[in-house]
């Protein structure tokens, strides 16, 4: 009531009236707290400061619990002996049957007050009550209408976010200044053990210690229900020093609860003179639980973001051979913020057995490929298809039984399977060591091109049907004789299909024509080049993933 203008005004006016009309020495208005205790709301004639000190509901008189007007001749009323009277008339200030306050007419003189006069308070105080409880309710719906305006706005923040650490800290901040001094965040383990994860504290100056002081506090115990936490008289006594008054403040603690699991508690405090009003706790109690579902989901995305990363790593070579007379140059990029694994991969690897001549028998091979969608589905055809090429390979198979030993792998996953399209081919030493030779066959892919010295640009291949659609499928290689100074670029469909409005990077030959602005650059500049022009097409991030592969004869 006290942060109402209204209510304020319409205390201090009913205190000048009650001394004036009834001619007293002071009067004052004490309100109701929550616990019982009487507190000064308003008071007019009162000499210095006033304090209270325990004075409660429960140490008035029987007249005051039954809602009468009473008097008193001497100091022996509670209410008078804290106010330093020697006699007073009191009325009880009631709202739909509750004791909201008391209002006194104070008088240093013992008698100076009768029942006449105590009657004509009594018809005041009613008056006063009617007037308090409008500016009450008033203030109650503009703090409600703030409330809700504050957990709809937290709501929509904490949605936003699905980085756990930055969760936590939006959390505390904001609790922070609005309901209370200061927030600690704890996080519960998958061992069960409590980690202090944030702390914030409105005077920056005080965090420091604050933390220091939480750390060697106890932590907070198991709780299913918010509720005071005595955790800071815990601390060593030097710590506490350390922390001055902050070692004594008010702290509540509210549970983390998502999904049926406790994840961890929110702490606030406040100073040992400001104790919590009941919209505080009520309105941290439901920001716990809106924080504790934020705070899970973003643990939740966490853990999947770590393993989709792990298994998008396993499914990308671990290293790239070097080839002799050929420069080669990988990029791959996955969508979105790796999340889930994409579909699309590369593989450059040696096929020739250990101990082998150097020179007629080294061979290498070269694969890009994009199976359709995402997620596990697609990784588990992207992991078939990447080792399947390996080990196809290593048992001498030609490019175009690979393909054909891997289509019929695809279509005997059945529902499981997924399209694949797929850039295939073996690279050989040329005679004299002028370049390489490349047998390839593209199963549905886009079509590699190859760039000359003097920027002119051609399609290296001619398209195929792509994997896991057909079965006998009888594919064919070309080949394609690199040399020196020749690049050959191998691209995914990430990069043919960036989309800017209605525009793809492809469309006009628009690959063509960057591709062909290369020229003279190694394959790692070639690479690095059409990686920022994918990048630079459109405004927004990219929808798919990119994978492409550089191969220029030295």
Same mark, same amino acid.
């Given at each position: ?156 923040? +904490? ?19 609005? +309901? ?33 002081? +939480? ?340």
């Amino acid at each position: 009531m006290l942060r109402s203008p209204a209510a304020r005004e319409a205390l201090e006016g009913a205190v000048t009236t009650v001394r004036d009309a009834l001619d007293a020495d002071a009067a004052a208005v004490l309100l109701t707290e929550r616990d019982g205790r009487l507190v000064l709301g308003a008071a007019a004639g009162l000499p210095g400061e006033v304090r209270l000190g325990e004075l409660s509901v429960v140490n008035l008189g029987p007249d005051a619990r039954a809602g009468s007007p009473w008097v008193s001749s001497d100091n022996s009323d509670p209410i008078a002996a804290a106010l330093r009277a020697r006699s007073l008339a009191a009325a009880p200030l009631e709202a739909q049957g509750r004791l909201t306050g008391v209002v006194v007419a104070l008088s240093s003189t013992p008698g100076r007050f009768d029942e006449a006069t105590a009657a004509r308070l009594g018809r005041i105080a009613d008056e006063m009550s009617l007037n308090l409880e409008k500016a009450r309710v008033g203030e109650l719906e503009r703090s409600w209408r703030g409330w809700l305006s504050f957990v709809a706005e937290a709501s929509d923040l +904490l949605a936003g976010t699905l980085d756990q650490e930055r969760t936590m800290a939006l959390v505390a901040q904001l609790v922070v200044p609005r +309901l209370s001094t200061w927030c600690a965040v704890y996080t519960v383990a998958d061992s069960g053990a409590a980690r202090l994860a944030y702390v914030w504290h409105a005077d920056e100056t005080r965090a420091d210690a604050l933390r220091e002081l +939480l750390e060697h506090a106890d932590m907070v115990p198991p709780m299913d229900s918010p509720g005071p936490w005595h955790g800071l008289a815990t601390a060593p006594p030097d710590v506490r020093a350390a922390a001055g008054t902050t070692a004594a403040d008010h702290a509540y603690a509210f549970p983390l609860i998502a999904r049926g699991r406790r994840i961890g508690t929110i702490v606030i405090g406040r100073p040992p003179g400001d104790r919590f009003p009941r919209s505080a706790i009520e309105l941290a109690e439901e920001l716990s639980r809106r924080a504790a579902l934020a705070v899970d989901n973003a643990r939740l995305y966490s853990e999947q973001t770590t393993m989709s990363s792990a298994l998008q790593r396993s499914l990308l070579p671990p290293a790239i051979p070097d080839i002799p007379g050929l420069e080669v140059a990988v990029v791959y990029e996955p969508a979105g913020e790796g999340s889930e694994v994409g579909g699309d991969f590369y593989d450059v690897f040696e096929t020739a057995g250990p101990g082998a001549p150097t020179a007629a028998s080294a061979r290498w091979r070269f694969a890009i490929g994009d199976v359709c969608g995402t997620g596990p589905q697609a990784a588990a055809v992207t992991g078939l298809a990447r080792h399947a090429l390996r080990i196809l390979a290593a048992e001498n198979l030609s490019v175009p039984d690979v393909l054909a030993r891997l289509n019929r792998l695809i279509l005997a996953e059945g529902e499981r399977g997924r399209l694949l399209t797929l850039l295939h081919g073996e690279i050989a030493p040329r005679p004299r060591r002028d370049g390489v030779s490349i047998k390839l066959a593209s199963a549905g892919h886009p079509p590699p091109l190859i760039l000359d010295p003097d920027g002119r640009v051609t399609e290296a291949s001619s398209p195929q049907p792509l994997l896991g659609v057909f079965d006998g499928v009888d594919f064919r290689t070309e080949t394609v004789q690199l040399k020196r100074g020749q690049v050959l670029l191998c691209v995914t469909d990430g990069v043919t299909e960036r989309r800017s409005g209605a525009r793809l990077l492809g469309d006009g030959h628009g690959l063509e024509r960057l591709l062909s602005g290369c020229t003279g650059l190694s394959a790692g500049a070639v690479a690095a080049r059409i990686q920022r022009a994918v990048r630079d097409f459109g405004p927004e991030p990219s929808g798919d993933d990119v994978a492409l592969i550089v191969l220029r004869a030295s």
